[in-house]
């Protein structure tokens, strides 16, 4: 079970953080991420870490504003989102992955509810 938190509104430039809580499976042995998705498209990835945290992916579309991490000795994942931008307005979701590609939606096998964040311009 995967429990997203840490959504909210926000004005153009802010930051949020986003956390993702995972229990009943061993943290460790998945690759976790969070992918997006606005009404009407998509599920879009957003940023994801390897197994063991050695390999961190970040869309192009938030590279250098967003960083993922992950406590796996508190199986959560976080998402930092810095110099949030309006076009960011999407549900985040939280994602699990038994294969190191966290990238690919096919390939993910437990989703956690989505947290909306939402910014104003």
């Known amino acids: 079970q995967l429990q997203a938190s840490g959504g909210g509104l926000v004005q153009a430039g802010g930051s949020l953080r986003l956390s993702c809580a995972a229990s009943?499976?061993?943290?460790?042995?998945?690759?976790m991420g969070w992918f997006r998705q606005v009404p009407g498209e998509e599920r879009e990835f957003v940023a994801g870490s390897t197994r063991s945290g050695g390999r961190l992916y970040v869309a192009d579309s938030v590279k250098g504003r967003f960083t993922i991490s992950r406590d796996n000795a508190k199986n959560t994942v976080y998402l930092q989102m810095n110099r949030l931008k309006p076009e960011d307005t999407a549900a985040y979701y939280c994602?699990?992955?038994?294969?190191?590609?966290?990238?690919?939606?096919?390939?993910?096998?437990?989703w956690g509810q989505g947290t909306q964040v939402t910014v104003s311009s």
């Open positions: 994602a699990a992955s038994e294969v190191d590609d966290i990238t690919t939606p096919t390939l993910i096998n437990y």
């Open positions: 009943g499976r061993i943290f460790s042995r998945f690759a």
